[in-house]
Structures are given as structure tokens and as C-alpha cells.
């Protein structure tokens, strides 16, 4: 995962509410909706157990260390899409101990290289980049009105972007990949074919490619490229990408058709991900 900081997530907790808002005007749904829709479960049946899930997030000290605020703000999230949350008294092992010891219904731990939940009656792990992406995808579509034979260009091949592509296959996108890595690019193409018999453009040139796309992801921790040029009134970008790829004018002028956040349409996803295991 993105190696966040602690300014990046600082006030996350306290505008939750806020954020559900300008997401209902963005996209016609809430945080908690959004993530229902990127995990193909009905809102109505996540808001039947929600209440019923414990979920836990045990701290680790692993690497460059725990950030600052980060588990807190997690619970947050957590709690604001409706599940009990509760962060761990202590870090590492014995942390992960206490999440089982209060019967923690998902367990939600990171790393420097990992962000996952754990479900733990079906053993089964949601990873956070790809909740993001599917998170992600799944808004760009809400804002769009739907992204069937629509064109979409997924900027970074990434575990985000990868999981961001798979969604948009099965939306009916017609989709384009760019990776600095042309590598990258490669294998996620070969994978697309391999799992959905499906042939994806390759991006050679970002630039043009941008100035061609109406519809965007940008999945990338490269600031500053996506700039005024590129965008127009048509313009919609899904970004969850960390520092935003856009620079300061084009975000201007993109206004509401822009989706970023650094951590909440994940962590969400990740949690109904988690719960569809107990649901169905």
C-alpha cells in the first residue's frame, strides 16, 4: 500500500458526515453505499448484520512503524459504514492476540507492504488495493451514469489498478492501461485476456492519451500529471492514487467530477468485502 502520512488522514474521522455528502452529490450514494456496490451486495442486506460485526484492528510496528492516527481513523470509517469497531491496546502479536480474544469478526492489520482484513469465521483475506480499486471503479461508474462501451483510461498497473481494470471489464468499459513500467502494462493485458478472453489497448504516450479520455483512473503515486490541458468540462477522474495526480488548476476545473480520498472508499470496501463472506 501507499505509504500514507499522518497530515494525509488527520481529519478524516471528524469530516465523515461531510465526505457522505459531497459523495451523494458526486455520485448519488454514500461512503457505505459505494462500497456495497464495489462488493456486489445489496446495501439493505450489509445494514441487516452490520450492527453484529465486531471488527478489530490490531496495530503493528513493523517497517517504518504505525502512522499517526491511522488505526484510530480506520475504527472511524469502520464505524461510520455501521460496524463496531474497537482499535487494539497493544501492537504486534499480542495486538492480533487481543483482536481474537474479544471475538473480532474481521481483523484489520497493515504493514509497510500490506493492508488487510481478515475475516475470520471463513479465514478469508480482503487486500487493500484491491478493495481500493474495485471501490474506485465502482464510483467512477456512479458519476459517469454507467461505463458500458464507454471508453476508460487506467492510469498505473499497479494491485490497484489491476483490481480497477478486472471491475471495468465487467462493467462493458472499453479500456486503455498506461504504465511507466511498459512491463507492467503487459502482464496486466495478459492477465485480462487469460481471465476475460478480452484484449485491452496499451498506452504508449500518456500525454495524447489523456487529452482522449473522458473517463480516467488514476491509480499512480505520480503527482502533477494530470494537468489543465487534459481536462474539460466532459472530464470524470476516479483517483485513489496518493499524493493526487492532478495539480492544483486542474483540479479547478474538474470540480465535482472528481473522486479522491486516501483511505475511506477502501477501508469500506474492504469491510462489506469482508461481511459478504458471512452473507451469503
Known sequence: MTRLTTNDI???????????????????????G?????A?????????????????????TL?????????DTVASIVAHIGCPAFVAKVADVAGLAEAYEKKADIIMLADDDRFIA???????????????????????????GGLEKKEVLVIGCGPVGCAAAQVLVKLGSRISIYDINRSRSD?????????????????KELNHALMNH??????????DIIRPHHVTSDTYISAPGVPLGLNEAAGSIIADRLLHDPLQIGVATMVVCAAKFQLY
Do not use: W
Open 214 to 223: 473522458q473517463f480516467v483512473i488514476d491509480a499512480t503515486p505520480a503527482a
Open 63 to 71: 517497517g517504518q512503524g504505525i502512522i499517526g492516527g491511522f488505526c
Open 187 to 203: 502482464d496486466l493485458a495478459y492477465r485480462i485476456k487469460q481471465l476475460f478472453d478480452t484484449e485491452i489497448h496499451i498506452v
Open 10 to 32: 488527520r481529519h478524516i474521522g471528524a469530516q465523515l458526515k461531510d465526505y457522505d455528502k459531497e459523495l451523494i452529490k458526486k455520485t448519488g450514494f454514500s461512503l457505505k
Open 34 to 38: 459505494i462500497a456495497c456496490r464495489a
Open 40 to 60: 456486489g451486495v445489496q446495501e439493505s442486506d450489509f445494514e441487516k448484520v452490520s450492527g453484529d460485526l465486531l471488527v478489530g484492528i490490531a496495530p503493528l
Open 118 to 144: 481478515v475475516d475470520t469465521p471463513s479465514r478469508q483475506v480482503i487486500d487493500n488495493s484491491e478493495a481500493t480499486g474495485k471501490g474506485f471503479a465502482a464510483g467512477l461508474g456512479l458519476m459517469a
